[in-house]
């Protein structure tokens, strides 16, 4: 696909309002408005239109990622100075590219309708907070009103370790300092080491993917540090798994001992569809870091999790499912909607409103 075909669907997608922009070979370009996909021209797209367009926005470090893992995101900057979040996917050899446009202006926690427990893990001085989601969930946008909220302190040195920087954080009451992997450090493990040599108190990386990046960002937070960190993960339960599926099996006790000796929160979300207008709507899991929790990830019994956030909702704790007859009572989703999400239909159930039922 040449640039400029690229940069015209660029621009039809925000003259409709498009919230995202597909290319899969075999079909046309599809552009997303609201919850359903229009075309964004008449021509379909061939396997080498698309993998051409990714080896242009890829470098060799992404190129490994994706071999490794079959998927991964860059920053694409359009000719008109609009940024897209760009995720590159490949089955069975086959390429295909989703491109997301990254606001201009940061956004902040008040706007995004989540609960008060993530504005409250940016009060804090110390500890670790993990925050999960898959592609398209909102986490980075959640990590991202999490720094700019931090950046209104002025007690706070803020150094964030970003695989792309997506949001440009003006200067505010903080300090604070974005740096890319690629560009400012080698990698997210020795950004996390040159924000602790350089003083900051609070370190956020905006994806932990290996176990030298987790090794790192456990000791900063245990170094007395608050630390943020992104993992791709759908649940609370699967957050943990993941950080602790990072290093050898031997490996593993000694980092649930570190990990539970250092978790502050673990939120997960995801976002659905409102009701009543468009727009999406975050669904957040909420676990805090108290002594029967950091018992169970010492243990490994993660599935503990779930009936200790069922039994805490008086200290912040919230399954998905509690978060989803929330969102029901106050009639921002369709019953269809959360059931799509539910982890238990009949808990979800239990006190929705009658349309559910």
């Known amino acids: 696909m040449d640039g400029k075909r690229l940069e015209n669907l660029l621009v039809a997608m925000e003259r409709v309002g498009a919230t995202a922009l597909h290319l ?28 051409e367009l990714t080896r242009d926005l890829l470098f060799s470090d992404h190129r490994e990622l994706l071999q490794q893992q079959g998927h991964v995101e860059v920053l694409y900057r359009a000719r008109n100075g609009r940024r897209y979040r760009a995720a590159v996917a490949e089955s069975d050899g086959e390429p295909a590219l989703v491109l997301r ?21 940016t009060r804090a001085r110390n500890g670790l907070v993990v925050v999960a989601g898959f592609f398209g969930s909102g986490k980075s946008t959640t990590i991202a009103a999490m720094v700019e909220e931090l950046n209104q302190d002025p007690a706070r040195h803020v150094v964030t370790i970003e695989d792309a920087i997506q949001f440009v954080h003006q200067s505010g009451a903080a300090l604070l300092h974005q740096r890319e992997v690629g560009t400012h450090v080698a990698t997210a493990h ?12 609070v370190v956020v990386v905006s994806e932990v993917r290996d176990g030298k990046s987790l090794d790192a960002a456990i000791a900063a937070a245990e170094s007395g540090c608050l630390v943020i960190v992104g993992v791709e993960a759908g649940s609370i339960v699967g957050a943990i798994s993941e950080l602790t599926s990072m290093v050898p099996i031997e490996d593993r006790p ?42 169970v990830i010492r243990k490994g019994t993660l599935q503990e999790l779930l009936l200790i956030m069922q039994k805490c909702r008086g200290l912040g704790m919230q399954t998905t499912d509690v978060a989803l007859r929330s969102l029901l009572a106050r009639h921002l989703v369709t019953p269809d909607e959360a059931l799509l999400h539910a982890t238990s239909r009949e808990e979800v159930l239990a006190r929705a409103p009658s349309a559910a039922r």
């Open 101 to 121: 446009p990254v606001p201009d202006v940061p956004p902040r926690l008040t706007t995004l309708e989540l609960p008060p427990q993530v504005a409250a893990q």
């Open 254 to 295: 000694r980092l649930r001992t570190r990990l539970a000796r250092t978790l502050r929160a673990c939120l997960a979300q995801s976002l659905l569809h409102r009701s009543h207008r468009a727009g999406r709507i975050p669904v957040v899991e909420v676990l805090v870091g108290t002594a029967p929790v950091r018992s």
């Open 24 to 51: 899969v070979p075999g079909r046309t370009p599809m552009l997303r408005v609201q919850r359903r996909f229009v075309a964004g021209d008449e021509t379909a797209l061939v396997r080498d239109d698309v993998a």
């Open 190 to 201: 020795e950004g996390v080491r040159q924000a602790m040599a350089s003083g900051a108190d």
